[in-house]
């Protein structure tokens, strides 16, 4: 093949793809997809646990302290599961920045054995 051919094919192949990336961050989300409502959820060993409001910015710390804070027979080794990537572990006492939160997560606080 010669390569005025080969240009000709990669130029029509780039453009194809072009459109259709442009087009795809256009089109309105799938059905499939979920809209995550601003709130993050706390459970385990804190006094109030439930669901509270997520803020720009928001740290576990801001989250815990929403929930009435620390019980006496919680963890140290607290939980985040993020709704689009995982889940991380802090834990409390050290000196390390809390984790930032991000909309639909989901803190666990563990409670120790007494």
């Not at 390569?3 to 072009?18: A, D, E, H, Q, R």
Request: proline letters at 6%; a positive charge.
């Amino acid at each position: 093949m010669s390569n005025v051919i080969k240009i000709l094919i990669l130029v029509g192949v780039t453009s194809l793809y072009g459109s259709r990336s442009s087009y795809a961050a256009s089109a309105p989300p799938k059905a499939t997809e979920r809209q995550v409502e601003p709130y993050v959820y706390v459970s385990g060993g804190v006094h109030k646990p439930g669901r509270y409001d997520w803020t720009k910015c928001m740290t576990l710390i801001d989250a815990i302290q929403a929930a009435g804070g620390f019980t006496d027979s919680a963890g140290r080794r607290v939980r985040i599961f993020h709704i689009d990537a995982g889940s991380e572990f802090y834990t409390r006492g050290t000196t390390n920045m809390p984790p930032i939160l991000r909309a639909g997560d989901t803190i666990f606080v563990p409670k120790r054995l007494l």
